[in-house]
């Protein structure tokens, strides 16, 4: 199982950085899984800013050569592992940016004339790791549980992602947020996970 982890936030002393070692740790440890690539999106230095011209039009996006690294890399993974906190009830914006980019029609989802589009990244799963000051059930009934329907519905099962698995951690500025019990839950799973 080829596994491709996109993390999302800027300081590497941060718990979302945490994570994201307990993903590659229990990764690591399990024999199922044959590779993995690590995309760190502001250490790459992702440009998340979508430009549409006269010289770059939207319908396009699947053939930008600077987005060519990015596309093979989506299409090798078998598993495709978000690492993020929530901001604001949402995904930082450069991981939305990249969501821009990368999900584009003609590779991600080709249009069918119906209501609903033809995923092409069926087959894959997700994995959906993020973090977030408030309580865990403050996006659930503040928010309508925008975060996770944005990724869910909005975005992995519109191009065919059906298989997509959420940790979701709540209350982890606080002091006995147990951060450590929940990295421990992310190092299992990883270590364990089949498909």
Known sequence: MNTLVIYTHPNHES?????LQKVLQGSQENERITEVQVLDLYEEQFD???????????????????LEKYRKQLLWADKIVFVYPIWWGRPPAM?????DQMFASNFA???????????????????CVSTMKGPVLYPLYWLNNAPKVLMRKALLQYVGIKRVKF???GSMEK??????????KIYRYFKTVAH
């Not at 718990?15 to 994570?19: R, T, V």
């Not at 549409?52 to 050569?65: A, I, S």
């Open 167 to 169: 940790f979701e951690f």
């Open 15 to 19: 718990l979302s950085y945490a994570f």
């Open 95 to 99: 991981l939305l940016g990249y969501i």
């Open 48 to 66: 998340p800013v979508l430009v549409f011209n006269k010289n770059k039009r939207r319908r396009d996006m699947h053939r930008d050569p600077k």
């Open 175 to 184: 002091k006995n947020g147990r951060q450590g019990e929940k990295l421990e």
């Open 109 to 127: 989802y080709r249009d069918t004339g119906g209501m609903l589009p033809e995923g092409l990244l069926k087959g894959k799963t997700a994995v």
